[in-house]
C-alpha cells in the first residue's frame, strides 16, 4: 500500500485520486488497542475525521479489570488539516509508515496518561471493500485493513507507572474509511438492517500468534444464523508471508449467565481447504467502548460537532457491565489465543452480552 494510505486523509473508498462523496458519514479513522497477555491492561485508542462535518475526534480508554478510565476529544477541523492527528490530548503519529506509529495521551482530568510506540511485526492485509445497499442508499460502503505488532512505553496511572514492553504487550492496528451507520447523523437504522439482511449482532477478531494473525468480521442474528463475513490471515514471514482469505469458520461459543463471553473456539476455513483449529479464552480485562463514544453518549456520536474543542470523560469503578450498567454497549475483550501448540493474544469483540 502507498506510504500515504496510513494518515487519516482518504477522498474515496480507494486511493487518493478522487474527491470524497457529500454523505456526511464519510469518515477515515483508526482503532488501536494494546492488550498486556496476562489480562492485566488494555488501552484502545481511535482519531477520526469526518471531513463533510469538518469535525475530527478521538478518544482514548485505559482499562484494567477493577478501572476503566475514559478520555474524549473533539475539535473542528482548520485549514483541511487532516494529516494532523492530534485532538485536544490525544495524539498519534506515522514514524515510519505501514511499520511504526507513536501514541501519546498528555495530562488530563481524568488520571491517566501514556506514551508508547507500536512497531508492526507482520505485514498489513491487503484492504478490503465492504459494501452494504438498500433501495440505491449506503448502509455500510468502507475499505478496511488490519495490522497487529507489539508496543514499547509506558502508562501511569494515577501516578502509578507501568512498563510497556514487546514481550508482553501485543497490539492490534485497525484501518477504515468511507461510509457507515451511526456517524454524524442520528437515525433509526432498523429497517435499513432488515433489508439488507445485515443481522442484528456483530462479532470482530483481530489475534496474532507467531505464525499468523486472524482477522473477521461476522454479522449474525439473535439466534446465531450468520449474514455478513470477511476474513483474512497473513501468514508471518517465516511462514511465508502469503495473505489467505477464509471462506467461513464454526464457532463454539462459552458464555455465562446474561450472556456473559468466556471463550469461544472457532473453526478458520482457509480457501485453501485447511481448518486452523482456534480457540479463545477470556482474560480478565475488556475495553467497554462506550467510554469511546461507540453507540453514542451523552446525545452524541462519532462525527457530530461539538464545537472549536470539547474534552470530556469519566472514570467507571468498576468497568465491569454487569455491575456498572453505565459501561453497557460494545465489548472489546482480552483474549488469549491458541492453535496447534502456539499461544498468543488479541481481541474479541462482541456487540452484545457483557
Partial sequence: MPRLDDLLIH????????????DPRWFDRFYFNLQAIDGSLSIAQGIGVYPNMKVSDGFACIA????????????????????????????????????RWRFWLDDNPYGARYEFDYVAN??????????????????????????VGRVEGWVELDSR???????????????????????????????????ANWGTRHNWVCVQLDSFYLWYFQTQEQDGTPRFFEGLVRWSDAKGGAQEKVTHIVRRFELGPNEHFEGCAVDVHLASGRVLPVKMRRL????????GNYGGKDGVIHGMRQGPL??????WEPAD??????????????????????????????????
Fill in 284 to 291: 480478565p480485562t475488556c475495553v467497554h467502548l462506550r467510554g
Fill in 64 to 99: 484494567t479489570p477493577e478501572l476503566q478510565v475514559n478520555v474524549r476529544s473533539s475539535r473542528e477541523l482548520v485549514g483541511g488539516d487532516r494529516d494532523v492527528m492530534a485532538v485536544g490530548p490525544l495524539h498519534a503519529e506515522v514514524v515510519e509508515p505501514m511499520k
Fill in 122 to 147: 507482520f505485514e498489513a492485509m491487503e484492504p478490503m471493500r465492504l459494501v452494504s445497499e438498500v433501495k440505491g442508499r449506503k448502509v455500510w460502503d468502507w475499505t478496511h485493513f488490519g495490522h
Fill in 310 to 315: 470539547k474534552v470530556t470523560g469519566e472514570r
Fill in 161 to 195: 507507572r507501568i512498563a510497556l514492553t514487546p514481550d508482553r504487550h501485543y497490539a492490534v492496528r485497525d484501518r477504515s474509511w468511507g461510509v457507515r451507520p451511526g456517524i454524524a447523523v442520528i437515525e433509526d437504522m432498523t429497517e435499513w438492517f432488515r433489508q
Fill in 321 to 354: 457491565s454487569r455491575l456498572n450498567p453505565a459501561s453497557m454497549g460494545l465489548q472489546d475483550h482480552v483474549v488469549e489465543v491458541s492453535c496447534e501448540g502456539e499461544t498468543g493474544c488479541g481481541i474479541f469483540e462482541l456487540s452484545y452480552g457483557t
Fill in 11 to 22: 477522498q474515496n473508498y480507494g486511493t487518493l485520486d478522487n474527491i470524497v462523496e457529500s
